[in-house]
């Protein structure tokens, strides 16, 4: 593990200059404006649904939208020209109970500044509401865009095992040969990662926790070691935790000072040794398996 230090704030004049964790309890747009242009390799996020959860307050659509405008605007503004920039998305509920899938009425928002969709990641999972007049919930999305067509993105480290690690080719020149590449397969854009729920290892008070397996796929295939990640909605700094992993520099801010208080806590576990995460690739538990499969 690299090594790890933390800072009392921001010091964005110091940005690159090592690894470290600057975390602010600060409405997210005042906390950017400071910061540099096009300084962050990664910005990741999962921003509110609208939904009315503790940590928002639920008002029209149409207000939620706009005030997201001003965060994407904002976030492409600090993002690295060969940067990416990933918005993970559920469903925001109306009063009647429609469903309003979010990535897609967001979608524009991004294009409009110019950026370029790579992959509209699924996200599944097996918790959740269980809902009684339509299919209960199991996936979101995460929406991850460029601002060129040179970016960066390393798939090696984020390679699954081959279904046939041993197959090789029966025929032609290359007969006797791997048929498949020896660090693995891409994962692809369906991502079988469980949600962050009562029993999860990684569990906090948030309601709506982002899991740190989650992020670190997206840190690792994103950016190289020693570049900034910045989440401008961080929750309890997950993305932050993600970032040090794995020698980035993580940057993020909330609105509400117990979440930043769990985040720096979360900080000060990693750099001693002591935060439990749930492993990247770990199988999802399955109890008709003995011990889960695991």
Not at 75 to 92: A, F, I, K, Y
Not at 188 to 193: K, T
């Amino acid at each position: 593990m690299a090594c790890l230090w933390t800072g009392a704030g921001r010091q964005p004049n110091e940005m690159g200059s090592g690894v470290g964790a600057y975390m602010e309890c600060a409405d997210n747009l005042l906390y950017m404006k400071d910061l540099p242009s096009e300084s962050m390799k990664l910005i990741v996020t999962s921003p509110p649904y609208n939904i009315g959860k503790v940590y928002e307050r639920r008002r029209s659509l149409g207000s939620y939208l706009k005030s997201q405008a001003l965060v994407i605007a904002e976030c492409v503004r600090l993002l690295d020209p060969q940067g990416s920039l990933c918005w993970q998305v559920g469903n925001h509920i109306t009063s009647d109970g429609e469903v309003v899938p979010l990535d897609i009425i967001l979608y524009q928002h991004f294009k409009d500044h110019g950026l370029h969709l790579r992959n509209r990641i699924v996200w599944h999972f097996e918790h959740g509401l269980h809902c009684s007049k339509r299919y209960s919930g199991r996936y979101e999305t995460v929406l991850w865009f460029t601002k060129s067509k040179n970016y960066t993105f390393n798939l090696d480290p984020v390679r699954v095992p081959s279904k046939y690690p041993g197959k090789r080719y029966f025929k032609g020149p290359r007969v006797g040969e791997l048929s498949c590449n020896p660090l693995g397969k891409n994962p692809g854009d369906l991502w079988i990662i469980p949600n962050v729920k009562n029993n999860h290892v990684e569990k906090t008070q948030h309601p709506c926790q982002f899991p740190v397996e989650l992020v670190e796929r997206l840190v690792l295939s994103m950016t190289n070691e020693g570049d900034s990640v910045f989440d401008p909605y961080m929750g309890v700094g997950s993305s932050v935790v993600a970032a040090l992993m794995h020698g980035r520099a993580g940057y993020g801010c909330d609105t509400v000072q117990e979440y930043v208080d769990i985040a720096w806590e979360r900080v000060r576990s990693l750099q001693r040794g002591e935060l439990r995460t749930r492993p990247m690739g770990k199988p999802v538990y399955d109890p008709s398996r003995p011990n889960g499969g695991h």
